[in-house]
C-alpha cells in the first residue's frame, strides 16, 4: 500500500511540476539588416558596389536589380515587405546604383514593412495632396502650378468666375 500511495503521489508531483513550467515566450523576430560602414578607401564608390562586395565577402546570396534588391539571404521582396535602402539611417530618396558614398556614411538595406511608403498604385504617398474626391472644387497646384485654389486665396469669388 505504502509503494502504491507512493507511486501516486510521485506522479502527482510531476503533472504538477509539468502543468507549472512556463510556457515558451516568443522572442522578437529578427529583423534582417545589412550596414556598412565606408571608409576613406571605398569612398566615391556606389553604395551597390559596397554592398554587393560585402554579401559577396560574407557569401550571403542576393539577386541585385540594379537600383534596388529583390531578395538577399532568405528575405525575398514580398508586398508589403521589401528591402530598403538607408543612408546614415534616412530612407534614400535615389537607388542603391546611383547613390555615391561618402567616408563615414552608414550604407544599410533594412527588410521592412513598406505599405506606410506607398499607395496602391506605386505612387509616393504626398500628404499634401489635394484629394478630389474628398474636395471637387480644390485645386491641385502639382496638377496645374497656375491655378489659384479660391479656397486658399480669400481675393478670388468662384461665384465671379
Known sequence: MKKTLLVVLALMLAIALVACTPADEPTDPVVPVVSITVDAASAGQSAEALINAYLDAEAIAYVNNGNFYETIGDFANAEPMAWMFYVNGVLSDIGVADAVAAEGDVLEMRWEDTSA???DNADP????AVDPAADPDAVDPAADPDAVDPAADPAVDPAAE
Not at 504617398?125 to 499634401?128: L, T, W
Open 117 to 119: 511608403y506607398v499607395t
Open 125 to 128: 504617398v504626398d500628404p499634401d
